[in-house]
Nanobody, 131 residues
Framework: QAPLVESGGGLVQAGGSLRLSCAGS????????MGWFRQAPGKEREFVAAINQNGGSTQYADSVKGRFTISRDVAKNTVYLQMNSLKPEDTAVYYC????????????????????????WGQGTQVTVSS
């Protein structure tokens, strides 16, 4: 069984909403800080949102602030990305990832915004926003 499995992608019109889910396996899932990244064709994989182990701290890319919300349900071993007011430029493959490094979230740290600080990735789910 893959350690991280994303679901919830699809085709939606601009202005619509989708909720992505990332299901983790194993009893240690709740100990990881988690992130969502996305990759559009011909572009680098970019940070979208991150959440700490207990869900008390979150970070967002400027491009999605106020539209996307990351959350986690520890009991269900699942991390969510609620995406509202979707735009065509949000079209991409969305990946969830786990970070084992337990770095600080204080002082506006950008640690969890770097894909290099995650070592476990899901297979991705396609999100397509039509204009």
């Amino acid at each position: 069984q893959a350690p991280l499995v994303e679901s919830g992608g699809g085709l939606v019109q601009a202005g619509g909403s989708l909720r992505l889910s990332c299901a983790g396996s194993g009893r240690t899932f709740s100990r990881y800080d988690m992130g969502w990244f996305r990759q559009a064709p011909g572009k680098e994989r970019e940070f979208v949102a991150a959440i700490n182990q207990n869900g008390g701290s979150t970070q967002y890319a400027d491009s999605v602030k106020g539209r996307f919300t990351i959350s986690r349900d520890v009991a269900k071993n699942t991390v969510y990305l609620q995406m509202n007011s979707l735009k065509p430029e949000d079209t991409a493959v969305y990946y969830c990832a786990a970070s084992p490094f337990f770095a600080s979230w204080d002082g506006g740290s950008l640690f969890y915004q770097s894909k290099d600080n995650y070592n476990t990735w899901g297979q991705g789910t396609q999100v397509t926003v039509s204009s």
